[in-house]
């Protein structure tokens, strides 16, 4: 069965630190993998995908298919950057995606 | 812009109620989801439909069904509310390859049961 682990609740760090949110997943199939994020008071939104291999907000995110993980980094946190994140794994062709526990990110000043 | 809506924030309920949750979405899209959103435990898929009439169950079924009359609403029923299901819900939409088209979520309704 599918499944996807963010291994820490809590990460804090301060503004200028680099930010690493770790994901790792567990799927027999090709695996497509996202990032999403809820900044406060906002809805969940989609911050990136592994298929498009694109930096949002300075974010990245690899695909290690060795590692079955998929971290999200950026080498110089902000302080808007502070929000809750999901790593999410998609495992049909109908859209269903598998949500990891979710990673609080707080970037102090 | 897609937009999903909830009709409501907040809702309190006594144990035992029958519940309604209820989603709109206003761009045609024919996916359509219900997840439960607790601290520690993430996103939990209850049920989700990618057609009118059509459903399928997620991880977490027991002690809901769904509706979706209508493409663009789809409604969460809890039958007998209990305090376990005190939550927050989230329901989202998306086109039926989500390759192009991301989850787009509401902004969720927490529903507390005494």
């Known amino acids: 069965a599918q499944r996807v682990t963010q291994p820490e609740k809590l990460l804090s760090v301060f503004k200028g630190a680099p930010v690493e949110l770790k994901c790792n997943y567990s799927?027999?199939?090709?695996?497509?993998l996202f990032w999403y994020v809820q900044y406060s008071r906002q809805r969940l939104q989609l911050l990136l995908r592994h298929i498009s291999r694109e930096s949002i907000k300075g974010f990245t995110a690899d695909l290690n298919k060795g590692e079955t993980s998929f971290h999200l980094k950026k080498p110089f946190a902000q302080e808007e950057d502070s929000a809750m994140y999901y790593c999410a794994l998609k495992t049909t062709s109908y859209g269903k995606l598998t949500f990891g526990q979710g990673t609080i990110l707080t970037v102090h000043p | 812009d897609v937009k999903v809506t909830q009709s409501s924030r907040y809702l309190v309920k006594r144990t035992g109620e029958k519940v309604f949750l209820e989603c709109v979405q206003d761009m045609d899209h024919e996916n359509m989801f219900w997840y439960r959103q607790d601290p520690g435990l993430g996103l939990r898929l209850i049920y989700f439909?990618?057609?009118?009439?059509?459903?399928e169950k997620g991880d977490i079924p027991e002690g809901y069904s769904v509706s979706r009359e209508k493409k663009e609403r789809f409604s969460l029923i809890l039958e007998s509310a209990s305090t376990n299901q005190t939550s927050m819900y989230l329901c989202?939409?998306?086109?039926?390859?989500?390759?192009?088209?991301?989850?787009?979520f509401g902004n969720g309704t927490r529903l507390t049961v005494t």
């Open positions: 989202a939409s998306s086109l039926r390859d989500p390759f192009n088209s991301p989850l787009h």
């Open positions: 799927y027999s199939g090709s695996p497509e």
């Open positions: 439909s990618y057609d009118v009439k059509m459903k």
